[in-house]
């Protein structure tokens, strides 16, 4: 079955540069969700999308901005890139419309800042 | 304020012995609460589920229970297998309809 796919899987910026995390949810799912997990942490919520619209926000810094395209793939963007930012970057599916949060998490991105 | 807590950070189980996986609350909003494996340089993986309607959901080797009263839910997982070593995520959210609040994980190890 497909799965979340989430690129690129390794990034290595340096302070003040930008990334872009691209992501591919299930198809037909309506939700889309990104996480920031730090090491040793747990996923924090960052942002989400449901059928294209922001549906909910975390604590995502206004440095970062996230959005989700015609085909349901979503992007998220991160500018003046800080070292405390280095984490995995997960993405997660869903199809709210079933009524259930069973969320389906890609493999990550590690981006990694110098 | 971390509202779903995972006190233990790491438990060694023998192959084939019942594992226990517990996870606290505190958001009494909270009515639907899910489990993720995740295995190191991977995502979660989604391993089960319940509503706050059940106090007991059972897939195979796993099941779940839920104490509303307590705030507290527990995975248990039999005979627990080398494979199931990994990292274990207790999350939880309100109505199915809002993003994840997760706890801090439990690395459990099961000893061959």
């Known amino acids: 079955a497909a799965g979340v796919i989430q690129s690129p899987r390794h990034l290595i910026k340096e302070k003040r540069e930008t990334a872009t995390l691209k992501c591919y949810p299930i198809?037909?799912?309506?939700?889309v969700y990104w996480y920031q997990q730090g090491p040793g942490q747990d996923p924090q919520f960052l942002i989400s999308f449901y059928e294209k619209m922001q549906s909910d926000k975390g604590s995502i810094p206004d440095r970062f901005s996230a959005q989700q395209f015609s085909d349901y793939h979503s992007e998220l963007n991160m500018s003046s890139l800080e070292l405390g930012d280095s984490a995995l970057y997960f993405c997660a599916s869903s199809l709210k419309t079933s009524g259930h949060n069973e969320q389906f998490f890609g493999p990550g991105t590690r981006l990694t800042v110098l | 304020d971390q509202q779903v807590k995972q006190n233990s950070p790491s438990l060694s189980v023998q192959e084939g012995r019942i594992s226990i996986l517990n996870c606290d609350y505190t958001n009494s909003m909270f009515d639907y609460f899910l489990w993720y494996k995740k295995y190191p340089a991977e995502g979660p993986t989604f391993l089960i589920s319940i509503s706050s309607i059940k106090d007991k959901n059972e897939d195979g080797r796993f099941t779940v229970f839920l104490n509303k009263s307590a705030k507290h839910l527990s995975l248990h997982i039999v005979p627990s297998q080398p494979g199931d070593s990994a990292v274990y995520f207790c999350?939880?959210?309100?109505?199915?309809?809002?993003?994840?609040?997760f706890g801090k994980g439990t690395r459990l190890s099961v000893i061959a």
């Open positions: 198809p037909r799912h309506d939700t």
């Open positions: 999350a939880a959210d309100v109505s199915g309809n809002t993003p994840l609040v």
